[in-house]
């Protein structure tokens, strides 16, 4: 499995109880749901806390996912 594979999954499984907490976001490190914060800022520095230097996610709590689209023409006309 990849690294944030399972981390992802967690998060899946459980978005209709993390829902409840629409637009904060949760830390997840394996199996382990840390908690939901106001912040991107704050769940990154509570993650760290916990975690240290095991890989664990921090993603939005979101009814639906937002996709971006990326189009490499713009990324050339940075360049230029």
Do not use: H, W
Request: aromatic share 10%; hydrophobic share 50%; charged share 20%.
């Amino acid at each position: 499995m990849s690294t944030l594979q399972k981390e992802l999954q967690v998060f899946a499984r459980n978005l209709g109880a993390l829902l409840a907490d629409e637009g904060k976001f949760a830390v997840i490190s394996g199996e382990t749901i840390l908690g939901t914060y106001d912040s991107f800022e704050e769940a990154i520095k509570a993650g760290y806390v916990n975690f240290a230097l095991t890989p664990f996610l921090v993603k939005q709590i979101l009814p639906v996912e937002e996709v971006v689209f990326i189009n490499r023409d713009i990324l050339l006309q940075c360049s230029t």
